[in-house]
C-alpha cells in the first residue's frame, strides 16, 4: 500500500471516520506548524505520558452534574 494515505480502522464505520477526521485536524494544525518557519517541538515520552494522564478524563461529566 505504498504512496496510499490515511487508513484508518475503527470498531465501527461512525468509529472509523471519527478517527480520519481527527487525524485531518492534526494534519492541518501540523502543516499549519510547518508553515510558521519554526520547527516543531516534539514531546518526549514522559511529557507524552503527563499529558495522556491529564487528558484521561478531559470533557467527561458524570451523568447528573
Do not use: C, K, W
Not at 508553515?35 to 461529566?61: C, H, K, W
Amino acid at each position: 500500500m505504498a504512496n496510499h494515505g490515511l487508513v484508518v480502522v475503527g470498531e465501527t464505520l461512525a468509529h472509523a471516520v471519527a478517527l480520519t477526521v481527527e487525524a485531518e485536524q492534526l494534519a492541518r494544525l501540523y502543516l499549519a506548524t510547518l508553515a510558521t518557519g519554526t520547527p516543531p517541538v516534539l514531546l518526549d515520552a514522559a511529557e507524552i505520558a503527563r499529558v495522556s494522564e491529564r487528558f484521561r478524563a478531559y470533557g467527561y461529566r458524570p451523568v447528573g452534574e
